[in-house]
């Protein structure tokens, strides 16, 4: 029996959804495979992602940003538990080692997290990073460039260069440091079906109302605070909690759909806001869902994201401005649903493939 480790970071969706076709791709080809996925997330919502089964066990201690807003990241915060984290950063991965170690992992993968690489190596159980970003960039965005922050920093990259390999995802470039990049095309789940019908039907809605869906990569707080359009011609999905202003009549909270998946809804939608991230991007584009997007000037991955949502017509920014205003479905106007991009989404297959073959199974 062959047991493959996941390590998945907590921080957003995104790295649940940009890993989990590779779960399920290793479920199917690795005869007798037991994986094992040791995330923040709920256990419910990471089987929604990567199916089913598996066995969960406790994360590495790998800290995430702390954000004040889907696109606003509380440095001071932030900057306390990496500190925390790398105060002895020798002692926290041997123990990471033995737990590897106790879980007889053949091989580990990690979207993003660090220590379980370096354990990895450590106990010398091969192992893979695979995203579109690494915390240490990340970290050299948003913390100050003193001699403590840089010395934290070398320790992640060095942890990340113990992989046997860094699979980066398009439409990412260039990420520096890595001595181990193998580029790979971009990473989605897969296209969704067309349940516009349903969703009219559970939200009591009328059969021409237009349908939208407002999320912001599970990652609520200020700058998700949007007005909403005083149109009947359209139905606004929302997931629950996320703070709106203006009209309620036209909006309907998320669970009223029945736990309908995300990728079902993106092919089913006239339009989704979000903000810039990696899985809402690329599942959009996929699905050929039209996306107005809260870009993200700081964030390292933005200008490739975000470039490349503009270039190939599958979304435009939008302001804060507009978003609190209410007049930023006029934005929308310039994109129409394109058919579904499904040829350039073969990141998961691709990985998938390298690693069965440097593993020799």
Known sequence: MRRIV???????LGHLAQIAPLIRLLRQRVDGARIIIRSRHARGVVAEFAGTPFTSAPPPPDPELVMLSPVRVDAERTLAAYVALHEDYSAAVAREAEKLAALKADVLISDIGYTGLAAAA???ITAYALCSLHWEETLAAYLPGNGQTRAIRKQILDSYNSARAFFLAAPRRHIGGLVNVRPIAPLVRGTGRDRSAAIRRLAGAGPKVKLGLISFGGIAGEAAKVRIPDDPGWLWIVRDGLPLAGAS???APLSAL??????????????????????TFTECAASGAPCLYLPRPDWPEARDLETWMRAKGYGLPVSAGLLASGTWKDQASRLRRRPAG?????????????????LDW
Not at 6 to 12: A, E, L, M
Not at 258 to 271: E, N, R, T, V
Not at 342 to 358: P, S, Y
Request: overall charge negative.
């Open 249 to 251: 009549g036209n909006t």
């Open 6 to 12: 996941f390590d998945i970071s907590g921080h957003g």
């Open 342 to 358: 499904k040829g350039i989404f073969r990141g998961a297959k691709e990985a998938a493939e390298m690693i069965l073959a440097d």
């Open 122 to 124: 450590e106990a010398g």
């Open 258 to 279: 029945g736990g309908m998946d995300m990728l079902d809804l993106y092919a089913s939608c006239d339009l989704v806001l979000t903000k810039t991230g990696y899985g």
